[in-house]
């Protein structure tokens, strides 16, 4: 526990980066009361991500500067832009704000009360605030977030450069690695320890309040809409635990924890039939266009995602004021060509914004039935239904359809689509369609679920509590219970113990497995995949035993990358897709031939010294042979190698042949 509390100040400015920039810019473009803190959050990674785009541009190492000066220009154009756009009288108060606005306090209380818990399921992933993530994409995220601290530049032009000796770099989405190394580089933790934290914040700052805020929005009962969007951001198994545990997607947990509060703007914006207007539509404009380029540097498919889901939005308004139109015949012609031209551009982006399709290998878990019983009772990844959950759900979905509030049913509906067409279509062109920007990743897409879930959830609950309470005052009634206050208080007490019972049946049910599943990627054990325990008392000693210019070479798929994430030095290759140099080729193929052959020993003499003088071969413990093109560091002995150190079968060698 103790541990924990001292992990607490980093967990604060983490939220602080994700919250205080953009809630300062979220006032100023018109947001008031609640939405404040949830717009806010997309804003601030548009301002953290996008301050480490410009500042090598202008020639600022990284660190809070950049950001500060980016967020005092941002501020500037939001008040000129706020002020141009109500002189066009597209900010007038919207009907909710007619007198006395709606206090912000009950939805305060729930995200501090739904936060809370949220930090406790989340702190139970990692066990401990120094544990970290034992999988592949992991060690990237660790390293490119070292080299954005060492390099002074975390740019998503640059950070990927880490995996290259040549530092050669490409685009990557590095919102996360902006904010972890600012974590790092502000409090002084290490790397786990800053990513433990920022999971915290991300979680909890990011995803629960976006999930009130669109309770907010898509609910006219406020109290109950924020209690039931601060209760089922933290009962859905399928987000955020399982992306904590695969992969680990990081980038994708913090793009699709900010996909609720802008779901809820752009319903706010296209004016969707039942919605609260939280915001007005020109503050709804201003604000999705400044979290745009920050939900694209978290990760574009989660930017694809948003733009499907407002396309989606936006056919099933066009088309219901069709249907209202006076000129319906005229009005449906419109609908339908506005429709086609919307579905034909995000179809180009869904098509273009993807990766190759030898780099997406992933192939489906399910056959199709099964994955529409996962979709239709909420048990995604072979889950336990989480029957609270479910039914949420499902009265929610009935509701919108007896009320013709088609839009988020039909969100559901193509979301769950996707869902089925990854998780159980065989493989072929129409899964490679629909999941190639997810990399064919099922648990990509089971992420998903949770958004386009959590609307009709958050309606289904606010039904049910609304249910719940005229059964308990008529009862009250009924058995004598005269003071009105007194049925009311009895329906509020009986409402949160039944509320609490079923956030209980769903941490059973679903979140609790969640929960074990993910731990085990945060486990160093003797056998733990990637990095056991003898690999990991291997990287501790590693500062200690060899030179700070030295280069270790070994293979990536044993958890040798983790070496430069953790300890700072260098590693060829420092991730498992890098094309080698020349001189990391000739020895990871030809160093076992140095001591037999004049010829090979040059060549390889003449790579050490090119790669600094200065070379360790590290032989994580790995069932198989290495792999040929790694064969030169099979059957090493001496005098081609000394060794350095040992734990168990792991063994740091340091290449001695050019001594000879």
Partial sequence: MLDWIMLVPAVIVAAALLVLPGATLAAALGV?????????????VTVVAGSAVVAPWVGLRWG??????????????????????????????PPAWRGRPASPWPSLVAWVLGSLYMTYLVARIPGTPSAFSIRFD?????GATRYAMETGNA???????????DGVASLYPAAWHGFLSLIAQTTGVSLPEASNAMMIAVATVGWVSGCIFLGLVVSRHRILAAVGGAALACCFHTFPFLLLNYGTLYPNFLGVSLLPAMVGLTAVLLRVRGVQPEVTRGTAFLVLGASLPGLLLAHPNTALVWALLTVVLASVSVFEWAVRSSQRGRALVTATVVTLVLVAVTATAWSVMRPPRDESPWSPYRELPGAAWELATNSQVFSPIPVSVSVAIIVGLVLLVLKRRFAFVAVWVVIGALFVITVGAPAGDLRWFVSGVFFQDNLRVVAVTAVSAMAPAIIGFVALARWWMAAITWLARRVGMSSARGRTRLARVTLAIVVLLGVLVAYQRAVNPALHWARNAYTITSDSYLVNADEWAMIQRI?????????LIGEP????PFVYALTGVRVAPAYMYVIANDDEETIRTQLNRADSSPRVREQVCDAVEDLGGEVYVLSFHHPDEYPRMYRGLNGLAP??????????????????????
Avoid at 138 to 142: E, M, T, Y
């Fill in 32 to 44: 008031r009361g609640f939405g404040i803190l949830a717009a806010g959050v997309p804003i601030s």
């Fill in 155 to 165: 740019s998503a032009f640059h950070v990927s450069g880490f995996a290259s000796l």
């Fill in 543 to 551: 500062p200690d035993l060899v030179p700070d210019d030295a280069l």
């Fill in 557 to 560: 798929r044993s958890g040798t």
């Fill in 64 to 93: 809070l500067l950049p950001v500060v000066l980016t967020w005092a220009v941002l501020f500037l154009i939001a008040g000129a832009l706020y002020r141009l756009v109500r002189r066009l009288r597209a900010f007038e108060r």
């Fill in 138 to 142: 992991n060690a990237f995220h660790l």
């Fill in 639 to 660: 005098p081609t190698v000394q060794e350095v150190a040992r734990e168990g079968d792991v063994t740091l060698e340091r290449v001695t042949i050019c001594e000879q």
